[in-house]
């Protein structure tokens, strides 16, 4: 892992391209850019997107632009690390292969330069977040993203939307 290391998290990337959207593409653009100059890593924490499912062959294109820059930052030796919030948890292959260099499902403990570090996006951890603990267990369940797959993706993200 290399320093400086770089946190974002929480950006909620909306399926609606909106001005307000494209306001917030270009601040982040901006970030990338001093990333690119100073070089590192970058861990983003969760809730990239407002909601996210990947299907086998479909990605949806209102990310273009955004996943052009971080796989730019990772073609240029940026390391990015991505943990998986609450909003875009089912990611899959093009995600963890193509955009990122490791992708979490769970928290992540990493030690650098001698201090120990725990991420989390922190979802359920107050205790009362019973609620949200229950939906979790029913969201990260391997049959109901199986059965999810099988929506076509215009209905999927209708419904996500």
């Excluded at 796989?71 to 995600?95: P, R």
Aim: hydrophobic share 40%; with cysteine.
């Amino acid at each position: 892992m290399q320093l400086p290391v770089y946190f974002i998290s929480d950006i909620h990337l909306m399926l609606k391209n909106t001005e307000r959207e494209n306001e917030k593409l270009a601040r982040i653009s901006s970030f990338f850019k001093h990333i690119q100059k100073t070089g590192g890593t970058l861990f983003i924490v969760g809730d990239l997107f407002d909601f996210y499912f990947e299907y086998p062959h479909v990605i949806p294109k209102v990310y273009f632009i955004f996943y052009s820059e971080v796989f730019a930052l990772k073609q240029k030796g940026i390391e990015i690390h991505y943990i998986l919030g609450n909003h875009d948890y089912w990611v899959s292959d093009f995600i963890q292969d193509t955009i990122t260099n490791k992708t979490y499902f769970d928290d992540v403990q990493f030690e650098l330069g001698g201090k120990k570090f725990y991420v989390t996006h922190g979802d359920g951890l107050l205790s009362r977040d019973k609620g949200y603990r229950i939906v979790k267990v029913i969201l990260r369940n391997r049959f109901f993203i199986w059965c999810f797959r099988w929506l076509h993706p215009t209905f999927g993200y209708l419904f996500g939307n």
